[in-house]
T-cell receptor
Framework: DSGVTQTPKHLITATGQRVTLRCSPR?????VYWYQQSLDQGLQFLIQ???????AKGNILERFSAQQFPDLHSELNLSSLELGDSALYFC????????????FGSGTQLSVL | GQNIDQPTEMTATEGAIVQINCTYQ??????LFWYQQHAGEAPTFLSY????GLEEKGRFSSFLSRSKGYSYLLLKELQMKDSASYLC????????????FGAGTQVVVTP
């Protein structure tokens, strides 16, 4: 158990819908990262927050947004869902912005039908 | 940007040794990580190299050559449970700590 909690574990929805994925980082970790992993693809960095502020953006679509709340949990919002958004979404956390290793949650499997 | 290349799949026999290579092209290199990921599960940390040389941790070792943009992960005394995807990831300076991952190498251990 990495200490990073993601909910829900599985999500099945239809095209055009909107969903929210939730992540609770390890106790004390201020940095949260979101990654997307599609079938047969590597982990693609989406966005990063540190202590409530957005710090870096990767290949995140405009239909996607995220935030980190004062209690440090984070949410990833996916809207106007398309079939191609079906993927495993991981949240990872670490204490700060240095060279610490990332701890990953168990992911949310999103299926868009 | 940066390119991270690793083989797609490798097969080895239980008890054997397998070496997974990773090459990368990046400016501002600030460390290379190896993660293990079983199908449908979270990636778990295996090793970290920032200086040239070999880091050994039990049955797993990782090597880095910064001048060549090259790393390898060595798995010794392979066990069936080592069947998984192995991800090479690079961190750049001024990247707020984020990791850029390769596509992963699927290792299949056969009896």
């Amino acid at each position: 158990d990495s200490g990073v909690t993601q909910t829900p574990k599985h999500l099945i929805t239809a095209t055009g819908q909107r969903v929210t994925l939730r992540c609770s980082p390890r106790s004390g970790d201020l940095s949260v990262y979101w990654y997307q992993q599609s079938l047969d693809q590597g982990l693609q960095f989406l966005i990063q927050y540190y202590n409530g502020e957005e710090r870096a953006k990767g290949n995140i679509l405009e239909r996607f947004s995220a935030q980190q709340f004062p209690d440090l949990h984070s949410e990833l919002n996916l809207s106007s869902l398309e079939l191609g958004d079906s993927a495993l979404y991981f949240c990872a956390s670490k204490p700060g912005l240095g060279n610490e290793k990332l701890f990953f949650g168990s992911g949310t499997q999103l299926s868009v039908l | 940007g940066q390119n991270i290349d690793q083989p797609t799949e490798m097969t080895a026999t239980e008890g054997a040794i397998v070496q997974i290579n990773c090459t990368y092209q990046t400016s501002g290199f600030n460390g290379l990580f190896w993660y293990q990921q079983h199908a449908g599960e979270a990636p778990t940390f295996l090793s970290y190299n920032v200086l040239d040389g070999l880091e050994e941790k039990g049955r797993f070792s990782s090597f880095l050559s910064r001048s060549k943009g090259y790393s390898y992960l060595l798995l010794k005394e392979l066990q069936m449970k080592d069947s998984a995807s192995y991800l090479c990831a690079v961190r750049k300076t001024d990247s707020w700590g984020k990791l850029q991952f390769g596509a992963g190498t699927q290792v299949v251990v056969t009896p």
